[in-house]
């Protein structure tokens, strides 16, 4: 693999930030075969030159910030997500207790859900919470919100850490709606935060129930982390023509595949 200079690097992380906006600390350090550390002094040295900003495990544009690269994952195959979340909310009935995690499907599902009565939800996602608070103004949104606290991941604007793992001892959900940075045949769940892997691990423990909702993106992409496998798995929802390799090992597993 080549190796790169000092200069080639700087260079490289630049051009992927005019390319996509956002950079991650482990996929670069992937990308250029070199450590995490050498990556984060590198962002370190160029935040500080004034020619990015960092962030939680990574780095963004200088002129944009942590609500716009939401925003912009949110939209991004929006009409794929909708559909998955609306065949997902299904599943939600009156007087349910329900998690959602942080991903910009899972909190679509709040679109579909808010006629239910006496709902109770956990989450751990600052986008989510500020939906359901918008929702209750607008319908009367009848439920109890619980925020499940922690420290916030100023990238995914998600809540997380020991705190919350202890949290969320104390409660049992009927349904975890859920979602992954990557799902791939060789590791399956991956994220690109520890803590959101950890979070998952923890409440996928305290769920009757632990559906996915992952759009075509997703599959067949591998993130640092491993976060679960499919054995924690009960129904998935998609949009991703899954050929029959795919299907074979879902259904072997007992995963109810579903797709909109």
């Known amino acids: 693999m080549k190796s790169y200079t000092q200069f080639e690097r700087r260079k490289y992380i630049l051009d992927e930030l005019e390319k996509y906006n956002r950079v991650m600390v482990n996929d670069l350090a992937k990308l250029l075969n070199v450590t995490t550390e050498t990556i984060r002094r590198d962002l370190d040295m160029l935040h500080k030159e004034g020619k990015l900003t960092k962030v939680h495990g990574g780095a963004i544009k200088k002129d944009h910030t942590?609500?716009?690269y939401f925003n912009k994952r949110r939209n991004e195959n929006i009409e794929e997500k909708r559909k998955i979340a609306m065949e997902?909310?299904?599943l939600v009935e009156d007087n349910d207790i329900i998690a959602i995690e942080i991903g910009t499907t899972t909190m679509q599902i709040l679109d579909y859900i808010h006629d239910k009565k006496n709902l109770t939800i956990l989450t751990n996602s600052i986008p989510a919470v500020n939906k359901i608070i918008e929702l209750k103004e607008q319908y009367s949104f009848d439920c109890k919100l619980i925020v499940f606290g922690g420290m916030l991941n100023?990238?995914?604007?998600?809540?997380?850490g020991d705190m919350t793992l202890?949290?969320?001892e104390q409660f049992t959900v009927n349904k975890l709606f859920a979602s992954c940075d990557g799902i791939s045949l060789e590791k399956e769940l991956t994220c690109s935060y520890i803590e959101d892997a950890q979070t998952f691990q923890q409440l996928k423990k305290n769920a009757k129930q632990v559906v996915m909702l992952v759009d075509?993106?997703?599959f067949n992409l591998t993130k640092f982390y491993k976060s679960g496998s499919f054995d924690d798995i009960d129904a998935l929802y998609t949009n991703a023509k899954l050929d029959e390799k795919w299907q074979n090992i879902l259904t072997s597993k007992g995963i109810e595949v579903i797709t909109v």
């Open 166 to 168: 202890k949290f969320l």
């Open 88 to 90: 997902a909310s299904k």
């Open 154 to 160: 100023s990238n995914s604007l998600a809540l997380s």
């Open 216 to 218: 075509e993106s997703k």
């Open 66 to 68: 942590i609500e716009f």
